[in-house]
């Protein structure tokens, strides 16, 4: 049973640029999350997908959107970067829409 | 709003020296508690959900326990490899609410 996976683990970008990240959810989990971290403090919820919509959304700007594929993979997109996007972004799967949530390693994203 | 507190935020413990962190939350209507232990740079790693007032659960060294107004997480014995920042989140509706954080730093 493969674990969950994001990619890249780190990726410098400037500010007005556009970013993607990916994640690939554990194997049976039809549910995937992504959240911001910024440094010292907890996780904040991003959005939800379940199979394939969005299922729930936190207090984010329209400029964050994401994407989810058939296979149960995820995208987070980020236009118009700002400074303070700079944190960890994680992705968390789990195999209904509520319950133990499986996190990735995260990729560090740096706003320059 | 849901609302995570967590404290202390930072707890240094010699080895073998027992200690507990503090999980206090409110929420509308809980679904279900959630610690989590998170590395340097990594993501958090999941350790217990509970879903009730009364209920326990340990792993090797650490023990939680929730009432209907905070989850107490106990570390009994600790070593240095139980260094990590513990996080708390509270399950509502489809996301979890997390609080900041205890970072425990275990000298040997």
């Known amino acids: 049973e493969t674990g969950v996976t994001q990619s890249p683990t780190h990726l410098i970008k400037t500010r007005g640029q556009q970013v993607t990240l990916r994640c690939s959810s554990q194997?049976?989990?039809?549910?995937v999350s992504w959240y911001q971290q910024a440094l010292g403090q907890g996780p904040q919820f991003i959005f939800q997908?379940?199979?394939?919509?969005?299922?729930g959304r936190g207090n984010f700007p329209p400029r964050f959107s994401g994407l989810q594929f058939p296979n149960y993979s995820s995208e987070l997109n980020v236009n118009a970067l700002e400074l303070d996007d700079s944190a960890l972004y994680l992705c968390?799967?789990?195999?209904?829409?509520?319950?133990?949530?499986?996190f990735g390693q995260g990729t560090r994203l740096t706003v320059v | 709003e849901d609302q995570v507190t967590q404290s202390p935020e930072a707890l240094r413990l010699q080895e073998g020296e027992s200690s507990s962190l503090n999980c206090s939350y409110t929420?509308?209507?809980?679904?279900?508690l959630f610690w989590y232990r998170q590395d340097p740079g990594k993501g958090p790693e999941f350790l217990f959900t509970?879903?009730?007032a009364g209920e326990e659960k340990e792993k090797e060294r650490l023990k939680a326990t929730l009432t209907k107004k905070e989850s107490f997480l106990h570390i009994t014995a600790p070593k240095p490899e139980d260094s990590a920042t513990y996080l708390c989140?509270?399950?509502?509706?489809?996301?979890?609410?997390f609080g900041a954080g205890t970072t425990v730093t275990v000298r040997a």
């Open positions: 509970l879903y009730s």
């Open positions: 997908y379940y199979r394939e919509e969005e299922n």
């Open positions: 989140a509270v399950f509502n509706d489809y996301k979890l609410s």
């Open positions: 968390a799967s789990s195999p209904s829409g509520w319950g133990e949530a499986f």
């Open positions: 929420v509308s209507g809980l679904r279900g």
């Open positions: 194997s049976g989990h039809n549910t």
